[in-house]
């Protein structure tokens, strides 16, 4: 059992490529921390620096308390579970699983209690003297986990450990390691793409962009508050819509017009009074799909800040229609019940949740409150 | 400090593994290239101590290299290397690829065929040669016989190999026979790499099986094609057991810038027996215009094929 | 229509077969030959008929316990030769083939740089230098003098690099993690996945001492214990022109085991020499 701490980490390549810059993450015992970003933004360097496979340029991190940047892989007390699984083709299951434990010259007895074990909580007891290329993809997610699990370690790593396995078995094997998890009560860190994985399985989410941090929260906070345009936009499917708009501070009230004469939103001055700075600036509006409605079947019975828009196309998925639509001049994604068909061309008079609105500055992407 | 520490191991690691192969390497293939040309600048007095045989030796400079310029019997030998080049390079390449095209269609024991052409190239080429040797003696020899009963006399004398014009031909046929399973095989795998929608192409055009060789299959070969003169041109160079085995050099009935020469000897044999003489300088720097004449062979080799074709 | 079409397919196959077995004969031929003169009596290995040495053994026999050129010996030490040699270089080629292939270290590029252009370096060359070295070592009339200076096969170290390249990272990045020393992820995970390359440098340097005629010409005086088959045939020869029934048996020692070994393991040749044209 442990925390893992990374203060001020940095990983630089020959060349001046950059890995991961100054990443600060504390890890408390026993969470399950996701990090989560698009491809090439240092998610995966940063755990391998964890793991000690790679060496760390500059910063210092902790596990369990101890500082470890020169303690290689093998005594960090890890396991590490890869994308392509890295089992060993040569050897079964059970040697597969043993490997670790036959290096660490554990007792045969405590070596066959441990790989049983976690077998049977893998459910692949059956599967034991098979070879890996006998093995479905998930069988062999599964014997990648009890490698990992056998060996008892202080911390857990996954590195992408879903995404070569088809969308069923995926949402299947997502639900395996969250129940692992509350049954080895260990700390894991697990890396993804998928904002999905992220959002069902993290205590803590850490999203990543270009070597850096973007922000680290629980999923709620992450969804609900987004610190930057770039975690809005990557957290949350369909994506949360972006409306360029000017903010115009009118004493009684804030007016949001939406850029090339489109339409106007009035909002109160008390509530979103950290907008009066950007008065007469353009700014970025965001608003997440399920956030906007259409008035006719909302039963709000107001002309006032009314959207009008025009249907370009629909995506019928029965729970739930996403309708795309056209204003003036953006483009907007809407999700509503699946019972509410629309037509191309229709014209929608659209109603933005007040609540649920977002802004974020134009120059830096920073979140405006 | 500290990075460098994990730069050291791995790099310290990586030279422990690469340690055995790397000592060899430099002892008996690096270090060589240089001593043979050291060598070739000295003059190594023979017979002074059997156990230490190169004790005595005495810089001559460039020496070794004038005598060479005129040596008739180097300037024979790369003649004869250059003939033996020609009899058996082409001879390889046409015999092979007629292998692999009649190979590559679906005919019973396809591969009982392909391990038989492909076997006689992993047997030892001095016992090949003593075996030929004893197919072409004179008088009662298996192939002697088999001329005179198709009506072509005159060989019984001396043989295949005692006459100075059939010696060396002679010895590139058995070698033809023994070799042209590689080029077969290499062959094999490239036709069976073409693409079959390729020759249906060929075929709406109206191609006829030839043209299809000329203007499908041989292009597509074109690498092996070369692949297979430099390996040809290589081994000519290095030719040795199956001259040391059949002929020894001889027949001595040559006569080049007034000397009596041996129809078979290849530069390869002159070398080893240049070395057989104790004359290690001369041979040395016999080796490196080998060397020399290699590379140079080697690059004109891959100029012309890249632009021909 | 469809008929003659396939009438002429057919005897067009009919035709390639005869002309494919023909040649196999004509390839085959010097192989039978030396089998059928070392079933003749001596003396009449020129009289071409069914009448063999009875019993049919007894050349064999009387090569590979004759008293001035033992074959059996000779065989003896051809073996011990190609077999000790296979295993150094493909031992060493396999580790040598992991470094390059998965680590960094200094001067890498040069190594290989170095090594790649020893490839276009003639074998003929190399006489001359090497029997000064193993000279001067005092490796004449060794097995070692004979193995040695061919164990660093740069083909064997190339083939085997090429073949661990494939072998993914994250295995011996695992391995790690599971606790393996950089000597147990060598021996437990790349060797057992690269045997079927390893088998193949085996082979092939088994097969290149087996038939390395001319160093071990070189390295050994003839009356050297350590006379391997070839150069004892040489030499033999060189001694007994005509006794051709005792050599042709003399020959089937040599011939007979590679053949079976060849037949045996057969794709391991053809794919290590044609996996060396492919990258050349």
């Given at each position: 059992m442990a925390d893992v701490v990374l203060k001020n980490v940095s990983k630089i390549y020959k060349g001046g490529v950059i890995g991961c810059k100054n990443i600060n993450l504390s890890v408390s015992d026993r969470e399950f921390c996701v990090i989560v970003g698009p491809s090439g933004c240092g998610k995966s360097t940063t755990l391998r620096l964890i793991a000690g496979l790679e060496e760390i340029t500059e910063g210092e991190l902790y596990i369990g308390g101890d500082l470890v940047n020169e303690i290689p892989p093998k005594d960090r007390d890890i396991a590490m579970v890869f994308q392509d699984y890295a089992l060993y083709p040569h050897m079964t299951v059970e040697e597969n699983m043993s490997f670790g434990l036959r290096l660490r010259k554990y007792p045969k007895d405590e070596i066959k209690r441990r790989v049983i074990e976690a077998a049977r909580i893998l459910e692949i007891e059956h599967l034991l003297s098979r070879r890996p290329k006998q093995l479905s993809g998930g069988q062999r997610q599964r014997v990648a986990l009890g490698r990992a699990i056998v060996r008892k370690p202080k911390v857990f790593l996954f590195d992408e450990p879903l995404s070569n396995l088809d969308a069923k078995l995926r949402v299947q094997m997502r639900i395996e390691i969250k129940k692992l998890h509350s049954k080895l009560r260990t700390t894991m860190i697990y890396v993804t793409h998928d904002q999905v994985e992220a959002m069902t399985l993290g205590d803590k989410i850490v999203v990543m962009k270009d070597g850096l941090i973007q922000q680290i929260d629980d999923p709620l906070s992450i969804y609900e508050k987004p610190k930057t345009q770039f975690v809005a936009g990557f957290i949350g499917s369909p994506p949360m819509n972006f409306i360029r708009v000017k903010v115009e501070d009118k004493d009684d009230y804030i007016l949001i017009k939406e850029i090339g004469d489109g339409f106007k939103i009035v909002i109160d001055r008390n509530t979103f009074s950290y907008l009066i700075p950007y008065s007469g600036k353009e700014i970025t509006l965001g608003i997440r799909p399920e956030d906007i409605v259409d008035r006719i079947f909302s039963k709000i019975d107001t002309k006032e800040n009314v959207v009008e828009a025009e249907v370009v196309a629909e995506e019928p998925m029965g729970s739930e229609n996403i309708i795309h639509a056209k204003t003036k001049s953006s483009n907007l994604v809407i999700r509503t019940d699946g019972t509410n068909r629309v037509k191309m061309g229709d014209r929608l008079e659209l109603l933005f949740k007040l609540d649920k609105l977002h802004f974020f500055d134009v120059d830096d992407g920073k979140r405006i409150e | 400090m500290k990075i460098k520490n994990r730069v050291l191991r791995e790099n310290i690691n990586s030279y422990l593994f690469l340690l055995p192969f790397l000592v060899i390497f430099l002892i008996f293939l690096a270090y060589p290239v240089i001593y043979s040309f050291i060598l070739s600048l000295h003059r190594v007095t023979p017979?002074?101590?059997?156990?230490?045989?190169?004790?005595?030796?005495?810089?001559?400079?460039?020496?070794?290299?004038?005598?060479?310029?005129?040596?008739?019997?180097?300037?024979?030998?790369?003649?004869?290397?250059?003939?033996?080049?020609?009899?058996?390079?082409?001879?390889?390449?046409?015999?092979?690829?007629?292998?692999?095209?009649?190979?590559?269609?679906?005919?019973?024991?396809?591969?009982?065929?392909?391990?038989?052409?492909?076997?006689p190239n992993v047997l030892d080429i001095l016992v090949v040669s003593l075996i030929w040797t004893l197919i072409y003696s004179p008088h009662f020899g298996v192939f002697v016989r088999f001329l005179e009963w198709i009506g072509i006399k005159g060989f019984s004398e001396k043989g295949i190999l005692g006459n100075p014009r059939t010696a060396l031909p002679g010895i590139a046929f058995a070698m033809i026979l023994k070799g042209s399973g590689f080029g077969m095989i290499l062959f094999l795998s490239a036709i069976q790499n073409i693409p079959h929608s390729v020759y249906e192409a060929a075929d709406i055009d109206g191609a006829n099986a030839w043209q299809k060789l000329i203007y499908v299959t041989i292009p597509l070969v074109k690498p092996i094609i070369l692949f297979l003169v430099i390996m040809g041109t290589i081994s000519s160079l290095n030719a040795f057991t199956e001259i040391y085995a059949m002929t020894q050099g001889g027949p001595y009935e040559v006569y080049f810038l007034g000397e009596i020469q041996g129809a078979t000897k290849v530069s390869g044999f002159y070398l080893f027996e240049n070395w057989a003489q104790m004359r290690y300088g001369y041979a040395a720097a016999i080796s490196y215009v080998l060397l020399i004449i290699t590379l140079i062979i080697s690059l004109i080799n891959a100029r012309i094929m890249r632009r021909k074709f | 229509m469809i008929n003659e079409r396939r009438?002429?397919?057919?005897?067009?196959?009919?035709?390639?077969?005869?002309?494919?077995?023909?040649?196999?004969?004509?390839?085959?031929?010097?192989?039978?030959?030396?089998?059928?003169?070392?079933?003749?009596?001596?003396?009449?290995?020129?009289?071409?008929?069914?009448?063999?040495?009875?019993?049919?053994?007894?050349?064999?026999?009387?090569?590979?316990?004759?008293?001035?050129?033992?074959?059996?010996?000779?065989?003896?030490?051809?073996?011990?030769?190609?077999?000790?040699?296979?295993?150094?270089?493909?031992?060493?080629?396999?580790?040598?083939?992991?470094?390059?292939?998965?680590?960094?270290?200094?001067?890498?590029?040069?190594?290989?740089?170095?090594?790649?252009?020893?490839?276009?370096?003639?074998?003929?060359?190399?006489?001359?230098?090497?029997?000064?070295?193993v000279t001067k070592l005092g490796w004449i009339n060794t097995y070692k003098g004979m193995v040695i200076p061919h164990v660093a096969s740069v083909f064997g170290l190339f083939l085997l690099r090429q073949h661990i390249e494939t072998i993914p990272d994250s295995l011996i990045s695992s391995a790690k993690i599971d606790g393996a020393s950089e000597w147990q992820i060598f021996r437990t995970i790349i060797v057992?996945?690269?045997?079927?390359?390893?088998?193949?440098?085996?082979?092939?340097?088994?097969?290149?001492?087996?038939?390395?005629?001319?160093?071990?010409?070189?390295?050994?005086?003839?009356?050297?214990?350590?006379?391997?088959?070839?150069?004892?045939?040489?030499?033999?020869?060189g001694q007994y022109q005509t006794q051709w029934c005792l050599l042709m048996a003399a020959s089937s020692f040599s011939i007979i085991p590679i053949a079976i070994l060849f037949l045996i393991a057969q794709r391991f040749f053809i794919e290590g020499l044609t996996a060396g044209a492919i990258k050349g």
């Open positions: - | 017979y002074t101590d059997l156990y230490n045989v190169f004790s005595d030796m005495k810089f001559v400079g460039l020496k070794n290299y004038l005598k060479l310029l005129n040596d008739s019997k180097f300037w024979w030998s790369l003649i004869v290397t250059f003939y033996y080049a020609i009899l058996t390079i082409p001879g390889m390449i046409i015999l092979g690829l007629l292998l692999a095209i009649f190979l590559n269609n679906k005919l019973p024991g396809v591969s009982f065929f392909r391990s038989a052409y492909f076997l | 009438i002429r397919e057919f005897i067009k196959r009919v035709i390639l077969f005869i002309i494919l077995s023909i040649g196999a004969i004509i390839v085959l031929f010097p192989f039978f030959w030396m089998l059928y003169i070392a079933l003749k009596s001596p003396g009449k290995e020129f009289v071409l008929d069914f009448s063999f040495v009875k019993p049919f053994y007894a050349n064999f026999l009387r090569v590979w316990k004759n008293e001035s050129f033992p074959f059996g010996r000779f065989f003896l030490n051809s073996l011990i030769v190609a077999t000790s040699g296979a295993t150094l270089t493909a031992l060493f080629c396999s580790m040598g083939g992991y470094v390059f292939a998965k680590k960094n270290f200094y001067l890498k590029e040069f190594l290989f740089w170095i090594m790649l252009s020893t490839l276009m370096v003639p074998g003929m060359m190399y006489m001359v230098p090497q029997f000064a070295i057992p996945l690269s045997l079927p390359v390893i088998t193949t440098v085996f082979l092939l340097t088994f097969l290149f001492q087996w038939t390395n005629f001319l160093w071990q010409l070189v390295v050994n005086t003839p009356e050297s214990m350590k006379l391997t088959l070839p150069v004892g045939l040489a030499l033999f020869r």
